[in-house]
C-alpha cells in the first residue's frame, strides 16, 4: 500500500464490522459498498451484479436482497481487504 488510505467515522466503524470475529450479521450493504467505494471501485452491472476492485483483487458479486449482507459476504470481503493491505489495524496506524 503506497499511498495512505483516508477513511471516516462511517468507513471505519464498517471495516471493524467487516473484521470482527465472530463474524458480524449486521453489516449493512449500502454501508459496505460505500466503504469500497472509497478503498477501490464499484461498478454496478445492468444484471443486477456488482463489480468491485480492490487493490490487484477483483470480484463480482450478486447485489444483497437484504438491507445486510451475509455472513459469506463479511468472509469474502475480509479477505479482499485485507489483501489489499486494509485492515483495522493497518487503518489505525497510518493514523488517517
Do not use: C, Q, Y
Amino acid at each position: 500500500m503506497n499511498e495512505p488510505i483516508h477513511l471516516n467515522n462511517h468507513h471505519r466503524e464498517t471495516l471493524k464490522k467487516i473484521f470482527s470475529h465472530p463474524t458480524n450479521h449486521n453489516v449493512e450493504w449500502v454501508k459496505a459498498e460505500s466503504l469500497l467505494a472509497s478503498v477501490g471501485t464499484v461498478h454496478e452491472e445492468h444484471n443486477g451484479h456488482v463489480k468491485i476492485t480492490v487493490g490487484e483483487r477483483n470480484e463480482t458479486l450478486h447485489r444483497p436482497r437484504h438491507k445486510d449482507i451475509d455472513p459469506e459476504m463479511v468472509v469474502l470481503l475480509r479477505k479482499m481487504l485485507t489483501e489489499a493491505g486494509i485492515t483495522p489495524d493497518t487503518i489505525e496506524k497510518s493514523g488517517k
